[in-house]
């Protein structure tokens, strides 16, 4: 009876030894996978030469690039939109970047700004960063985080980063033929707001909130100006 007892144990504790290191191998395995799918110019600093071609794809805007591995590659569906986040503190586009260069933190986002102004690129318009907590808007939308000057409150974001703001939204809607920006208040315009498809957040906080209609207006005066000058330009060569 008692060598029979062992032997059951000898591979009841065989058996699990078994079965951890199939599940170990199986983890291993789609890590693999998962890396092996990844462009190859993520989770590394890029060549001087792999940073500017990365911008010539995306925003001239753009100041500090650190690709984030937490995204899809590539986006299933083509540019309609923008929606806009904070970062719920004065971050700096290093830091962020560092964040989302983690894939257990499984976050990221197109863009962002600092209090600075300056710009960030974390995933390339051509794919979808894991920023809304919707996948059906984020395949269709570019995300931006914009820091705050504020902590709580308001959530106030600097004149700068603000102004920031437009100018990226008004380049990411021309150069994806985004002909004007419209905020509804809802999910249904093309500027859309964290909140919009997240209950459990305020974000973007209520400054950047009450500010989207004069954003959106502001954007569209760029657009339109944009499309002046450039058949002012065509009618100009067409004379010569």
Known sequence: MEGSRGKKEFYSIWLLLAGFCGAAVMVLTLCHSYSAGLP???????TEE???EVIERNSGLIDYVCLSPNADFPRKDEIKKLTIHHMAGDLTLEGLGETFSH?????????????EGRVALYVEECNRAWTSGSRENDHQAVTIEVANDETGGQWHVSDKAYETLIALCADICERNG??????????????????MFYSETECPGPYLESRMEDMADAVNRCLEESLKKFWEGRKA???N
Request: with cysteine; charged share 35%.
């Open 178 to 195: 985004i002909r004007e920006l419209c905020f509804t208040g809802d999910a249904k315009g093309n500027l859309t707001l964290h909140k």
């Open 40 to 46: 190859p110019n993520i989770g590394r600093k890029l």
């Open 237 to 239: 060569n067409e004379a």
């Open 50 to 52: 792999e940073r500017e």
């Open 103 to 115: 894939r257990d933190r499984r976050a990221s986002s197109n863009y962002a700004i600092d209090s």
